[in-house]
């Protein structure tokens, strides 16, 4: 009988081991949280730079904490701020309808953690730049926060922006490129920054024709409020950028409809392409939030470019 026993005990611990090797062999194991986050909106902070900084956070239904999600950050423009963003853009309500977390960073200003906060994107805008602020230590740590409270999809991590929130955006994409997979510019001129890495990073632009704020085709703003003496480059400019570093092809294709002209560059490395969205006689708007351009929606075709476009380089790794 005490044979039998052992025999028994002994075919118990070998099936255990097996159990353990056959669950290491599928990879990483699911994320387990700290905390369970419930779906809603939360009012949220870090510290960053020895500064407070603040953001709201959006958690869709459908999020389980079990599953990896993407990730959208959208910064809102110079003298706005987060709450702004959530009504101007509806990307929560995309957020609900697609299953991404959405999250809205406020910048910095001098007055108050909600008024005139802008960017510090290198070359523009007020108290940010002025005051020479950490903006891309400030969302590095927040994609680093939110990774070690929820389960996001680091495959799947977007930024999007309007006006000085675009300028940021460009500038993160190029500091970043290692975490971001896609951004989305709208009505926001680029700087010139060193490229952290060769990681390509897929881009979709919107601009309208007629933007007094930031000009399409470039130069002195004809509206500018804040950082006076700035020179935008064109819009072209950043085209051309993002289809050299990504090798995309530089023959294009044109869809037009209506006012919406919209030109793809395709080919890139990791399947990563350019979009330009030209608004003809557009202003300085967000897409789809004013008369001109209610039937175009800039808040879908971002999701629709962003859920079309991970990093490549990431899931590769994960599967490797």
């Not at 929560?92 to 991404?100: L, Q, T, W």
């Not at 929130?165 to 975490?179: F, K, S, V």
């Amino acid at each position: 009988m005490k044979i039998v026993a052992l025999k028994r005990i002994l075919a118990l611990v070998c099936t255990c081991v097996l159990v353990v090797i056959l669950l290491s062999s599928c990879g990483p194991s699911p994320f387990t949280p700290s905390s369970v986050v419930k779906p809603g909106d939360y009012n949220e902070s870090l510290i960053s730079g020895n500064r407070t900084r603040n953001y709201i956070l959006h958690v869709p239904p459908a999020y389980d904490g079990m599953h990896a999600t993407p990730l959208v950050l959208v910064l809102h423009g110079a003298g706005g701020n987060a709450a702004k963003m959530v009504t101007a853009t509806g990307m929560s309500e995309k957020a609900d309808e697609a299953g991404f977390i959405g999250v809205y960073p406020n910048g910095t200003g001098g007055i108050s953690d909600t008024a005139l906060l802008t960017w510090n994107c290198g070359f523009c805008c007020g108290y940010a730049l002025d005051n020479n602020v950490d903006d891309v230590g400030f969302i590095r740590s927040l994609i680093e926060k939110l990774e070690g409270e929820l389960s996001i999809d680091t495959a799947r991590i977007f930024i999007t922006g309007m006006s000085n929130g675009a300028m940021m955006t460009y500038r993160l994409a190029c500091e970043l490129t290692d975490i971001v997979a896609a951004i989305a510019p709208v009505s926001g001129s680029m700087g010139e920054w060193e490229i952290a890495s060769s990681s390509p990073v897929s881009v979709i632009i919107f601009h309208g024709t007629a933007d007094p704020v930031v000009l399409y085709n470039g130069g002195a703003p004809e509206v500018s409020p804040l950082t006076p003496g700035r020179v935008d480059k064109p819009v072209s400019y950043a085209v051309n950028f993002w289809v050299v570093h990504n090798g995309c092809s530089t023959a294009y294709t044109r869809v037009t409809n209506g006012i919406l002209v919209k030109d793809t560059y395709s080919g890139g490395r990791d399947g990563t392409e350019v979009i330009l969205n030209t608004i003809t006689g557009g202003g300085h708007v967000w897409p789809g939030d004013d008369i001109l351009t209610r039937n175009i929606s800039a808040t879908d075709l971002i999701w629709q470019f962003f859920a079309a476009h991970p990093k490549q380089a990431v899931i590769n790794a994960i599967s490797a």
